[in-house]
């Protein structure tokens, strides 16, 4: 098993909505990512977990709040969200946080109304 | 001045043609590189990474350039299905380790 799998693919909500984007890995890979990507930019990154525990927030607003339950799954639960949050938000996990690549999952696309 | 610099393009070429893009880095401790590839609407895919001896992988070249701080990806035989965002990847050393995307080149093969 090759693939990070995230799921909803599409969610849309609205600004008083509490939902959770989930996200899963079975390669045995010990680092996982959320990034967020708006059209036309790059992914940005919004947290890391390495070994099951927050290494790294970007300065990432309190309304995006990430959990990891064990090593295979990673969640990011959402709430008071604002249009502006609107965007691809991908999962991705890797060997270690050094000096692997990623494998990204396929994102939800996620629009705030 | 971005830490990983590319050219966005779009870069238009013919199906058969050479391309090559090159992505510039600003911090003397990044320690790792990669080139990625992106569709339209889904996600980044691990194209390559980057050695400093340089590696091939069928049509595609990757160069690493320490002294000069750029990684460069050539693509040769271009083909219709090579029109896609090229990003280029650095890991940054920071105490811990930091990953930086660069805002992409975009590649469009034409029949």
């Known amino acids: 098993d090759t693939e990070v799998t995230q799921t909803p693919k599409h969610l849309v909500m609205g600004m008083t909505n509490k939902k959770s984007l989930k996200c899963e890995q079975h390669m045995g890979h010990r680092a996982m990512y959320w990034y967020k990507q708006k059209a036309k930019k790059p992914p940005e990154l919004m947290f890391v977990y390495s070994y099951e525990k927050l290494s790294i927030n970007e300065s990432v607003p309190s309304r995006f709040s990430p959990e990891c339950p064990n090593s295979s799954l990673l969640n990011l639960h959402l709430h008071a969200l604002q249009p502006e949050d609107s965007a691809l938000y991908l999962c991705?996990?890797?060997?270690?946080?050094?000096?692997?690549?990623?494998?990204f999952g396929s994102g939800t696309r996620l629009t705030v109304v | 001045r971005k830490e990983v610099e590319q050219d966005p393009g779009p870069f238009n070429v013919p199906e058969g043609a050479t391309v090559a893009f090159n992505c510039t880095y600003s911090?003397?401790?990044?320690?790792?590189f990669f080139w990625y590839r992106q569709d339209c609407r889904k996600e980044p895919k691990l194209l390559m990474s980057v050695y400093s001896s340089g590696n091939e992988d069928g049509r595609f070249t990757a160069q690493l350039n320490r002294a000069s701080q750029y990684i460069s990806l050539l693509i040769r035989d271009s083909k219709l299905s090579d029109s896609a965002t090229y990003l280029c990847?650095?890991?940054?050393?920071?105490?811990?380790?930091?990953?930086?995307f660069g805002a992409g080149t975009r590649l469009f093969v034409k029949a």
């Open positions: 990847v650095v890991n940054v050393n920071t105490g811990g380790f930091k990953t930086i």
């Open positions: 991705a996990s890797s060997q270690d946080a050094t000096v692997k690549g990623y494998t």
């Open positions: 911090n003397s401790a990044s320690q790792s």
